[in-house]
């Protein structure tokens, strides 16, 4: 495998993918659903608590429970957000060019996962930037952009993975190319929770 070659399609297909208006509005979702389930404490809510008392909003308590509540959605949403590539590249016609061209079909699922890995892990890291954002405003002690990233790491990361190859895999198989295959995801990620 060329990894000069796999490079060019994997920034190719992150290109792609960031110029849509759906990655503004997914990011935009994204964010409004995590600050909305975030309450400020002034209202007398709070995001956890422990025998009736609130847990102060440190990093470690914003970073799990934003990426907790995050990782619900991601499952949902890189799938859903990756989901008809191939599709577009049969109605456009740039499925012809790229089966005509020397890439083989490791490199180009490869490139295609790897891409959408890259795209979903901006989604994720503009996420934690905007949890960051609401600590300072709402939070208590001092942003740990460490924890922030661990807590991501360990709990969306691992989403962000299987979203993308069941995307990948469900634009593989013609069968699952359908709207059967969307309604069959969502099942699939409800069953998960």
């Keep these: 495998m060329s990894v000069p070659?796999?490079?060019?399609?994997?920034?190719?297909?992150?290109?792609?993918?960031?110029?849509?208006?759906?990655?503004l509005v997914a990011l935009a979702a994204f964010v409004v659903v995590t600050w909305a389930l975030i309450p400020d404490p002034r209202t007398g809510m709070t995001l956890m608590s422990v025998n009736s008392a609130r847990v102060f909003y440190t990093s470690?308590?914003?970073a799990f429970g934003s990426a907790t509540l995050s990782s619900i959605l991601m499952g949902l949403?890189?799938?859903?957000?990756?989901?008809?590539?191939?599709?577009?590249?049969?109605?456009s016609g740039i499925g012809s060019v790229i089966a005509a061209t020397a890439v083989s079909n490791t490199q180009f699922l490869a490139a295609r996962w790897l891409g959408g890995?890259?795209?979903?892990?901006?989604?994720?890291?503009?996420?934690?930037?905007?949890?960051?954002?609401?600590?300072?405003?709402?939070?208590?002690?001092?942003i740990q952009p460490w924890v922030y990233l661990q807590t991501y790491g360990i709990l969306l990361v691992p989403m962000?993975?299987?979203?993308?190859?069941?995307?990948?895999?469900?634009?593989?198989?013609?069968?699952l190319m359908g709207k059967a295959g969307d309604v069959l995801y969502f099942f699939i990620w409800m069953l998960q929770l």
């Design 60 to 62: 470690t308590a914003l």
């Design 77 to 91: 949403g890189s799938f859903y957000l990756l989901r008809g590539r191939v599709s577009e590249d049969l109605r």
């Design 117 to 142: 890995v890259l795209y979903m892990l901006a989604i994720v890291a503009a996420l934690m930037f905007t949890t960051m954002v609401l600590h300072s405003l709402r939070g208590e002690g001092p």
């Design 5 to 23: 070659v796999l490079k060019v399609l994997v920034l190719t297909e992150l290109r792609l993918r960031l110029r849509r208006l759906s990655t």
């Design 160 to 175: 962000v993975f299987f979203g993308v190859s069941a995307a990948l895999l469900f634009d593989s198989v013609p069968f």
